[in-house]
């Protein structure tokens, strides 16, 4: 969340364009994956270490994995998943 969540949060709020591309990453995840605290953190761990194999770093654009990880990013703030949160 600290990394990549919450500027692509932000960012969301005025780029429509943004919004869309990560509410289909998201619809994609609620097809899926449970969508608890566990399945989800599970998957997000699953996810950053096959990334972390491939050498994948946030160049600052979207692109199609820093749109999943907005994704699990914004689920786990709408569901109010991080302990330090509250649901939106």
């Known amino acids: 969340m600290d990394t990549l969540g919450r500027a692509q949060l932000e ?4 780029e429509p364009g943004l919004l869309a591309a990560v509410d ?3 619809a ?6 449970v969508l ?3 399945t989800l ?7 950053a270490d096959e990334l972390r194999h ?10 199609a994995v820093s749109l999943r990880l907005t ?5 786990t ?12």
């Open 11 to 14: 960012r969301m709020a005025g």
């Open 24 to 26: 289909q990453h998201a």
């Open 28 to 33: 994609a995840l609620r097809d899926t994956v």
């Open 36 to 38: 608890d605290r566990e």
């Open 41 to 47: 953190g599970d998957y997000l761990l699953g996810f």
């Open 54 to 63: 491939l050498g994948w770093t946030f160049r600052g654009e979207p692109d």
């Open 71 to 75: 994704a699990i990013c914004w689920l």
């Open 77 to 88: 703030h709408e569901l109010g998943l991080l302990a330090d949160e509250s649901p939106a």
